[in-house]
């Protein structure tokens, strides 16, 4: 947040002028302490491997000590694994130098064959960081990879056996909105398409982080049956019907001090190789100022006010908003405002009648012209736009469009009508849901990046709202990308401010992370909840103000907390003698 550099100065000579007046010696032992942790995380542990280039057998070292070991490597082929434990033939082996956009690395090759398939496996010491990635090459593809589960993988490499005993502990993130879980490394270690990146850590808090490096749709760890149920396997998931020629698969693993620190190294690293820019508060109007929300646990959510439609109801909120001077610079509109098809699905992305009758653009000029945040969902499979001409995977549950005109089409139309952010939900649902998505290495990523392109173009921004892990992986590539929901859905009384664990994971990742709406006054009358008492309304608003997400109070006319919310904006000086004062 800006703020006036006299303030700035005062503050700090408030603070240095505080510090003079003496310490106490527990305030001494404090700032002793303090600075002994500032400076244990400034030292990275040192990461090494060592490789035998006959059998493929390879172990990864910090600070000396070995914490993984190999287990096998291979390729799932026609209903069998080709490994080089047993069917694989080694064929060669090379070692060269390169640079690519992290920087200098050697280089090392293993080259084997099932006496069909070629299969390469390489790994890449990065010279100045601490940082391995690890690459499964197919230059002559794979045909009939499939086992029909995506808990298992395809392809193994890296492999790591997990010993019954282990000084080693993992964080890591699993399911819808990417949850985390901690544990020992060997009990309940989250694996599949479900689960997110693993770090591992021991008591002196040296820590490794290992995840995808490319393909993030489709690459996953696993536990699989037919390796050893205690083999820590990376690869792609056993859905995929088979592997294009030429295609490579990689995985990055990296090291740091503290699990923290150590999540944001990676995600930089990430960040760096594909190009893609750190979110701020600046990346768009929707992160940078006040706006009203109306997604799910907001009290306009499917409810309007008694005898009112939808248009009249939100007009009615910016008229309230405007008499409090409650500076909402944005409004955002859930699922309520569009038709839906068969399973809920999307069937036209465009306001019904009943719902804003005179049109979204005539609506967004009766609110002052105000930037929109427009939800969207999984497109039905009776969707409209297969009728006007536009490629889907059209299956049982919903559709995936198959290239970037269809989402060319609905941005820029919205686009005319104020919306500045496309908010994509639902990600999990249409992901899990069909198979197009998850049989192809190329698919998922292919629709998510489609997306991405034609809102760049646009100059418009996305969030992802219940997105799994990988689709925040994904995003690393994607700049129109700029931040994520942190959380569930709000509903009064469910603790959403809770939001620290995945804040870190998103905030590693470049995304800026959004807690969801709330509630500012405890009672809201004629809910629709389970309960309409919200006993946490200041801890809800500093979630919101703290995550430098969205701020999106979500009240009932007559209702809002005034006070509250306008603690959550900045007022500064302008330096400019014509403008006293502005509000963000």
Excluded at 54 to 77: E, R
Excluded at 443 to 469: E, F, H
């Amino acid at each position: 947040h800006r703020v006036d550099r006299r303030q700035r100065q005062m503050c700090i000579r408030d603070r240095v002028s505080t510090q003079s007046t003496g310490f106490t010696k527990l305030t001494k032992m404090k700032t002793q302490i303090f600075l002994i942790l500032i400076l244990a995380t400034l030292a990275y542990s040192r990461l090494s491997i060592s490789i035998d280039t006959k059998n493929g057998d390879y172990q990864v070292q910090v600070d000396g000590t070995t914490w993984l070991s190999s287990g096998s490597l291979g390729f799932h082929t026609a209903g069998r694994w080709y490994t080089n434990k047993a069917s694989l033939r080694w064929t060669g082996s090379s070692n060269s130098v390169g640079t690519d956009a992290l920087g200098r690395f050697n280089m090392t090759v293993l080259n084997w064959s099932s006496g069909v398939t070629p299969f390469s496996i390489r790994f890449k010491e990065y010279i100045d960081l601490e940082v391995v990635v690890f690459e499964q090459d197919f230059p002559n593809g794979v045909p009939e990879t499939a086992t029909g589960k995506n808990s298992e993988v395809i392809t193994a490499f890296p492999s790591f056996t997990v010993p019954e005993s282990t000084d080693l502990f993992f964080y890591s993130y699993i399911g819808t909105f990417a949850y985390p879980v901690i544990g020992k490394f060997n009990d309940h270690l989250p694996v599949g398409v479900q689960a997110g990146p693993i770090v591992l850590y021991d008591n002196k808090l040296r820590s490794l982080v290992i995840s995808p490096f490319s393909n993030f749709m489709v690459g996953i760890a696993s536990f699989t049956e037919a390796l050893g149920l205690n083999q820590l396997s990376f690869g792609l998931q056993g859905k995929i019907l088979s592997i294009p020629t030429g295609f490579t698969h990689s995985v990055i693993l990296s090291a740091g001090n503290g699990v923290t620190d150590s999540l944001y190294t990676w995600g930089s690293y990430l960040l760096k190789y594909y190009g893609k820019q750190r979110s701020t508060i600046k990346s768009d109007t929707i992160i940078q100022n006040l706006g009203y929300w109306t997604d799910n646990g907001a009290y306009y959510y499917y409810k309007t006010e008694p005898g009112l439609n939808y248009e009249q109801t939100m007009v009615g909120v910016y008229d309230y908003v405007q008499k409090l001077k409650v500076p909402v610079k944005n409004f955002q509109f859930d699922s309520w405002w569009y038709p839906k098809g068969v399973n809920g699905g999307v069937k036209l992305w465009e306001p019904m009648d009943n719902i804003f009758p005179s049109g979204m653009a005539s609506v967004d000029k009766q609110i002052g012209g105000l930037p929109l945040a427009l939800h969207n969902r999984y497109f039905s499979p009776d969707n409209d736009y297969i009728k006007m001409g536009y490629d889907f995977f059209v299956e049982e549950f919903c559709a995936l469009p198959k290239t970037e005109s269809l989402y060319t089409y609905i941005m820029q139309k919205a686009k005319s009508w104020g919306m500045v952010l496309y908010e994509q939900d639902w990600l999990v649902t249409t992901f899990l849901n069909m198979n197009a998505t998850q049989n192809n290495v190329y698919n998922s990523r292919n629709w998510l990046v489609n997306m991405g392109n034609a809102a760049r173009k646009l100059g418009l921004t996305i969030q992802y709202c219940m997105p799994l892990p990988n689709h925040l992986l994904q995003s690393v590539e994607i700049q129109s990308v700029t931040q994520s929901r942190a959380s569930g859905d709000y509903n009064p009384s469910n603790a959403n401010w809770k939001v620290g664990h995945h804040s870190l994971f998103l905030w590693s990742l470049g995304l800026i992370p959004f807690k969801d709406d709330f509630w500012t006054e405890e009672s809201q009358p004629g809910c629709v909840f389970h309960t309409c008492e919200e006993p946490n309304t200041q801890l809800e608003t500093i979630s919101a103000v703290l995550t430098t997400g969205p701020v999106g109070p979500s009240d009932r006319i007559g209702q809002l907390n005034s006070t509250l919310v306008l603690s959550t904006c900045l007022l500064y000086t302008s330096p400019s003698p014509r403008d006293r004062q502005k509000s963000r």
